[in-house]
């Protein structure tokens, strides 16, 4: 009787883990929040590049950091990140069985919250800053911007050779786990959660009424610190906190906002976006117009901007129309992200290579 008893308890504690929609739902949410909102950075920089370029030029160190108070101060306060949150779940420590009773309002432990702040903030940054080398690399190769026989380009040969294979098994690593979590034999869908320590957890019903009660007390205005240290403190608390719920307000509207476009651009709506985009085609937009004798521009059609020499391996760039030697707007493309002429925001897949009749 007590073995059935304690098998009852047993299931009890896994019933509450999530379904295999659940978290790949909530894994897809912050995967579909960055390219949109640097979609809206990257239209806001090509308007106004004096205004808005400066975010577009840095804006996976901007996002990082968003998503560093974002996810510390939903982590410190839920037990869950943002997007796990939003689909009412939670992380629960592993190891010890007292803290598997630990509510959701009280906060990951120092330990696990700053694992999980490296795994969901640091990792996937250093995967994007990882993957925009690779495609840098892959640009120098084929256009041979390095000697045939520089050690660099032997160098970062084989590491483009090696890097499919390194991507695939790491890719392969999740999906295998995915298969064991639906199978039923592991506790975590993505070996990032077994290496943090916690596993996925759906909120119970003590844990919703204690964050509306805890989020009911925090609206209570508190008592005034006595001492300067402790007014600064509060200050910073005040200032972190709300930047960290305007951002969540403002992601948990983009979410709405994003599942709007996808039901939007559905195929139950294809005859309501042709009867939209039916309309007369609005002229080309104005570019600047330049003086002939401006000091940006050479005399000469031939001549490169850059370098005022005859062009070696012309290559225009397609936000502009302005042509080039492709080493020097290359170099250039890539370390400002602009036009060097106009100014325009430009990065290095907008160089298109010219080729004459006589090639």
Same mark, same amino acid.
């Given at each position: 009787m007590a073995e059935h008893g304690a098998h009852i308890t047993a299931a009890s504690v896994v019933d509450d883990q999530p379904s295999i929609f659940e978290v790949v739902a909530q894994d897809s949410l912050m995967t579909a929040v960055r390219p949109a909102l640097q979609h809206v950075v990257k239209v806001l920089a090509e308007s106004n590049p004096a205004h808005y370029s400066f975010f577009w030029r840095w804006f996976d160190e901007i996002?990082? &950091? &968003? @998503? &560093?108070? *974002?996810?510390? $101060?939903? *982590? /410190?306060?839920?037990?869950a990140s943002f997007s796990e949150n939003f689909y009412g779940l939670k992380r629960i420590v592993m190891g010890d069985t007292q803290k598997l009773q630990r509510l959701a309002s009280a906060g990951l432990p120092k330990k696990q919250l700053w694992k999980s702040i490296m795994f969901l903030v640091l990792l996937p940054y250093l995967k994007v800053k990882l +993957?925009? #080398?690779?495609?840098? #690399?892959? +640009? +120098? @190769?084929?256009? =041979?911007? $390095? %000697? %045939? =026989?520089?050690?660099w380009k032997q160098f970062y040969r084989a590491f483009l050779a090696a890097y499919p294979f390194v991507n695939m098994a790491w890719e392969g690593w999740f999906l295998v786990q995915q298969l064991r979590y639906i199978l039923g034999k592991a506790q975590h869908h993505s070996p990032l959660l077994s290496l943090a320590g916690v596993r996925l957890g759906r909120l119970t019903v003590q844990d919703i009424q204690t964050l509306e009660h805890k989020a009911a007390k925090a609206s209570v205005t508190p008592q005034p610190a006595s001492s300067i240290g402790e007014k600064i403190k509060s200050a910073l608390k005040k200032a972190v906190g709300g930047a960290a719920l305007s951002l969540s307000t403002g992601l948990s509207v983009g979410v709405f906002f994003l599942q709007f476009l996808e039901w939007w651009y559905? /195929? +139950?709506?294809?005859?309501?976006?042709?009867?939209?985009?039916?309309?007369?085609?609005?002229?080309? %937009? !104005? $570019?600047?117009?330049?003086?002939? @004798?401006?000091p940006l521009l050479p005399k000469m059609k031939t001549v490169c901007p850059l370098c005022r020499k005859n062009r070696v391996n012309d290559t225009v760039l397609a936000t502009s129309g302005y042509v080039f030697c492709y080493r020097c707007v290359f170099n250039y493309v890539? /370390?400002?992200?602009?036009?060097?002429?106009?100014?325009?925001?430009?990065? !290095?897949?907008?160089?298109?290579? #010219?080729?004459s009749s006589e090639n």
């Open positions: 996002f990082t &950091l &968003l @998503d &560093l108070l *974002l996810q510390q $101060h939903y *982590l /410190s306060k839920t037990s +993957e925009k #080398l690779v495609s840098s #690399l892959r +640009e +120098e @190769d084929e256009y =041979s911007i $390095h %000697p %045939p =026989s520089s050690l559905s /195929s +139950e709506n294809q005859e309501t976006i042709k009867s939209l985009t039916a309309l007369p085609t609005p002229p080309p %937009p !104005v $570019h600047l117009n330049y003086n002939s @004798d401006s890539r /370390s400002h992200q602009a036009c060097p002429i106009t100014g325009y925001p430009t990065e !290095v897949q907008h160089l298109i290579k #010219l080729y």
